[in-house]
Nanobody, 120 residues
Framework: QVQLVESGGGSVQAGGSLRLSCAASEYSYCFYALSWYRQAPGKGREFVAAINSATRTSYIDSVKGRFTISQDNALNTVYLQMNSLKPEDTAMYYC??????????????WGQGTQVTVSS
């Protein structure tokens, strides 16, 4: 069973930075995608950024130019560098790992979340 552990959340003022980390117990598969989602109070969970086994990245428009997703394969860790934070970035941030093995088995795993609070 794959486990994901997020860290790096906290409270910052608007304009500040945080770096979130998500450590996976493993993700050496034929294909994988590591994503960050967030959920603000009273709202649904929304996609923020993703990186896949082809190192392609994607971002929601509201974070482009401010957030950067990256990975360290040696550490099985994905990062989300968040700069120029805004109060509307306040949310619980979740890491998600989607995998596909070479025999076409699939898996979908989520971490417990890490809280990000941005004050104005």
């Amino acid at each position: 069973q794959v486990q994901l552990v997020e860290s790096g959340g906290g409270s910052v003022q608007a304009g500040g930075s945080l770096r979130l980390s998500c450590a996976a117990s493993e993700y050496s598969y034929c294909f994988y995608a590591l994503s960050w989602y967030r959920q603000a109070p009273g709202k649904g969970r929304e996609f923020v950024a993703a990186i896949n086994s082809a190192t392609r990245t994607s971002y929601i428009d509201s974070v482009k130019g401010r957030f950067t997703i990256s990975q360290d394969n040696a550490l099985n860790t994905v990062y989300l560098q968040m700069n120029s934070l805004k109060p509307e970035d306040t949310a619980m941030y979740y890491c998600r790992l989607e995998i596909q093995t070479c025999s076409n088995s699939r898996g979908d795993y989520w971490g417990q979340g890490t809280q990000v609070t941005v004050s104005s």
